[in-house]
């Protein structure tokens, strides 16, 4: 089983910065696509970015691009979020999955294995 861990969440203001992080203990961990998601109160659970095993790969929600940044680190089986520019509209609980599936990266939840318990992102305006 494979448990993972969210980090680094808090209260911001508009325009700030936050870094995430997800601990993971999976011992293939650099054979996983991770991916992070986001549910904002009363909306349904959204794609937010996701990284390949290898982490060459990264694929982006478009309400993010070029604000977030997903990265990884093999040796410490952990995937970070950096999150410039934020908004008010970023504001929602954020959760790190883990899909054990070799080869794909995919922004789809149902693909995703593993999750963590998340941790709230706040962005006051």
């Known amino acids: 089983q494979v448990q993972l861990v969210e980090s680094g969440g808090g209260l911001v203001q508009a325009g700030g910065s936050l870094s995430l992080s997800c601990a993971a203990s999976?011992?293939?961990?650099?054979?996983?696509?991770m991916g992070w998601f986001r549910q904002a109160p009363g909306k349904e659970r959204e794609f937010v970015a996701a990284?390949?095993?290898?982490?060459?790969?990264?694929f982006y929600a478009d309400s993010v691009k070029g604000r977030f940044t997903i990265s990884r680190d093999n040796a410490k089986n952990t995937v970070y979020l950096q999150m410039n520019s934020l908004k008010p509209e970023d504001t929602a609980v954020y959760y790190c999955?883990?899909?054990?599936?070799?080869?794909?990266?995919?922004?789809?939840?149902?693909?995703?294995?593993?999750w963590g318990q998340g941790t709230q992102v706040t962005v006051s305006s």
């Open positions: 999955a883990g899909d054990s599936t070799i080869g794909v990266v995919t922004k789809y939840s149902w693909e995703y294995d593993y």
């Open positions: 999976a011992r293939t961990f650099s054979t996983y696509t």
């Open positions: 990284i390949s095993g290898s982490g060459r790969s990264t």
